[in-house]
């Protein structure tokens, strides 16, 4: 690969650029010359539909996808909770960066101490159904608000409208230095499959760009989050499902949480598997199966059916 600048994709957003000059730093360590190519994704262009209205696997992947098989860049990065678990015929996963906080957050407007009372009102924002349907399993009295944008626009958002607060990823707020210093930490909140990794993809046969992105690979992340995107795919789960998944590793034990909600939070079926690493071959998917079989399938099949 010598001589040849690595062509990395990325959306314009300032999360996505920052995810991408990270990557490019990586790179640069290693002896690889890169820029960056900006694509425009069908997520960054609409900003009013509710992300579960729109068919939200892949949209901010696809414009990437297409930019990548066409050969007009070389390597894409993503934060790898947008990615579908079946990604594009042709384009595979080159490296998983290590993970970031998995957390979700609130950005509280003002005063939090509604939060203390669960019989209190309030209105919170997040265009993430699986943040609304944990949030009203918590605070069945409140009012849940679309908000669309990249994270500049809904932090501006919070002050300009009558809302208590948003739910942000922490990951995404800490990475460009924008996490408030009232922010919250949802611990209570289980976290979207992937949240707080990054991945970079490649096209199958381009071996120098994948020879390239396995020197900066982690694979403690790698296993983690394949486990939580098993666990989604089995239960075909999108954005339009409340379906949350945490795989973390301690001391060579591996600890999973899996759960799935109804829309309005008044339902919910969790699963937790303490295993050790050698022996998580298929975890998500038989989580997957057991949190059907108790109680699981019948939430689902309520949420297909309300389609």
Request: aromatic share 6%.
């Amino acid at each position: 690969m010598t001589g040849r600048i690595i062509k990395i994709g990325t959306r314009e957003s300032e999360l996505a650029v920052w995810q991408a000059n990270l990557v490019k730093e990586l790179l640069r360590e290693n002896g690889y010359s890169a820029e960056l190519i900006f694509i425009k994704s069908e997520g960054d262009t609409d900003l009013q539909t509710p992300l579960y209205e729109i068919g939200v696997q892949g949209i901010f992947t696809k414009a990437l996808d297409i930019a990548l098989l066409k050969s007009d860049i070389d390597i894409a990065v993503h934060s790898m909770k947008d990615v579908p678990t079946q990604m594009a015929k042709g384009i595979v996963s080159a490296a998983v960066l290590p993970r970031a906080s998995y957390k979700d957050i609130l950005v509280p407007k003002g005063d939090a101490r509604f939060l203390e009372d669960k019989h209190a009102h309030a209105v919170i924002a997040t265009s993430s159904i699986r943040r609304k349907a944990q949030w009203l399993n918590r605070y069945p009295n409140h009012n849940l608000e679309n908000l669309r944008g990249n994270v500049n626009t809904r932090l501006r958002k919070v002050q300009e409208n009558d809302w208590q607060g948003a739910i942000f990823a922490a990951a995404g707020l800490e990475r460009i230095n924008l996490r408030p210093a009232n922010a919250i930490d949802l611990d209570w909140m289980l976290p979207a499959p992937a949240q707080g990794a990054i991945i970079v993809v490649c096209k199958e046969e381009d071996t120098d760009a994948l020879n390239a992105c396995r020197l900066f690979h982690d694979a403690d992340t790698a296993l983690c989050t394949v486990i939580e995107r098993d666990f989604l795919r089995a239960l075909m789960g999108g954005c339009s499902t409340p379906i949350s998944a945490l795989a973390q590793i301690k001391d060579g034990t591996l600890k999973f949480n899996g759960s799935i909600l109804s829309t309005d939070g008044k339902h919910k079926v969790e699963i937790e598997k303490e295993l050790p690493v050698s022996k998580t071959d298929r975890l998500g998917y038989l989580a997957a199966l057991e949190l059907l079989e108790n109680g699981g399938r019948a939430i689902l099949d309520s949420l297909h059916n309300g389609k």
